[in-house]
């Protein structure tokens, strides 16, 4: 148990709908991001939030956007979802933004949220 | 930009064979380096780490040696077992303001008993 946790585990939608992700970090960790998992795009990075702000932004497309609140939970919100949408999302967490060279800062993973859209 | 190639998969050995899965990586600075490993059905979990040159990273009999000089970071493991059938992803963690995982395509590593 890396002790990030993601909720919902399964989600299966419609075209056109939306759908939040919900991740809570590691107790102590300031640093959330989103990965996604498609068979086509391998593992992408989405988007970095740091103590509540964004801080670094990969591959996410507009109609996707996230935040992360005071107690260090974040969402990540998908909206007029399309049939390539269906991924494997991903919520990581680490301790801090930056460290030295030499200090390795680990990134823990969730066991993501599996999304189906139909 | 950041990049890490892996091996293409898919990898069949037999119990106790001996496992290479190759990765190597661009970047600037100084990454950190990293094996993830993604059990069927599950999410991915840290397998082992190397945080500068010349390290080396270990865990479960898993072994990987940070290689500035040929810019390598290969997973080795002496004697596969049936459970270590999985997914196994080198990524690097870039160094600099805004740290993110730059994941290879992933190995599909399959044990045969």
């Known amino acids: 148990d890396s002790g990030v946790t993601q909720t919902p585990k399964h989600l299966i939608t419609a075209t056109g709908q939306r759908v939040t992700l919900r991740c809570s970090p590691r107790s102590g960790d300031l640093s959330v991001y989103w990965y996604q998992q498609s068979l086509d795009q391998g593992l992408q990075f989405l988007i970095q939030y740091y103590n509540g702000e964004e801080r670094a932004k990969g591959n996410i497309l507009e109609r996707f956007s996230a935040q992360q609140f005071p107690d260090l939970h974040s969402e990540l919100n998908l909206s007029s979802l399309e049939l390539g949408d269906s991924a494997l999302y991903f919520c990581?967490?680490?301790?801090?933004?930056?460290?030295?060279?030499?200090?390795?800062?680990?990134?823990?993973f969730g066991e993501g949220s599996w999304l189906t859209v139909v | 930009g950041n990049s890490v190639t892996q091996m293409e998969g898919p990898v069949t050995l037999s119990e106790e064979a001996f496992l290479t899965i190759n990765c190597t990586y661009t970047a600037t600075g100084y990454p950190s380096l990293f094996w993830y490993v993604q059990y069927p059905g599950e999410g991915l979990q840290l397998l082992l780490k190397a945080t500068k040159a010349d390290d080396k990273g270990s865990n479960k009999g898993f072994e990987a040696t940070y290689r500035k000089e040929t810019t390598s970071f290969h997973l080795e493991k002496g004697s596969v077992q049936v459970s270590d059938s999985a997914v196994y992803f080198c990524a690097l963690l870039s160094s600099g303001s805004a740290r993110q995982l730059t994941f290879g395509s992933g190995t599909q590593l399959t044990v045969l008993p």
């Open positions: 990581a967490s680490s301790v801090a933004l930056t460290t030295g060279a030499s200090s390795g800062n680990t990134i823990y």
